[in-house]
Nanobody, 125 residues
């Protein structure tokens, strides 16, 4: 079992920045591809970004590429999502997730076995 705990969400004005964290206690964090997803009210959960086990490959949704950066610190069992130039349409609950699959499948929600509880991000216009 992998436990994932997100933090760092909040309310920010359009154009601002937030940094999300996802902590995973235990010794298996580095063996998983990690990803961020988000779900806005009334919408389906959508892929945001994914990163390979050692962090050498990253993947982004087109809507966030160039604004968001996914990274990980395997020594601290923590995943990050740096979000810059935030827009009102980025408002959603953000989830981190862990997958045993290769990172090239990171955009597919069904590839992820473990999910965090989510953290709310609200961007005001």
């Amino acid at each position: 079992q992998v436990q994932l705990v997100e933090s760092g969400g909040g309310l920010v004005q359009a154009g601002g920045s937030l940094r999300l964290s996802c902590a995973s206690p235990g010794r298996t964090f580095s063996t998983y591809t990690m990803g961020w997803f988000r779900q806005a009210p009334g919408k389906e959960r959508e892929f945001v970004a994914a990163i390979s086990r050692i962090g050498d490959s990253t993947y982004y949704a087109g809507s966030v590429e160039g604004r968001f950066t996914i990274s990980r610190d395997n020594a601290k069992n923590t995943l990050f999502l740096q979000m810059n130039s935030l827009k009102p349409e980025d408002t959603a609950v953000y989830y981190c997730a862990a997958s045993s699959w290769d990172a090239s499948y990171g955009g597919r929600h069904y590839a992820y076995e473990y999910w965090g509880q989510g953290t709310q991000v609200t961007v005001s216009s």
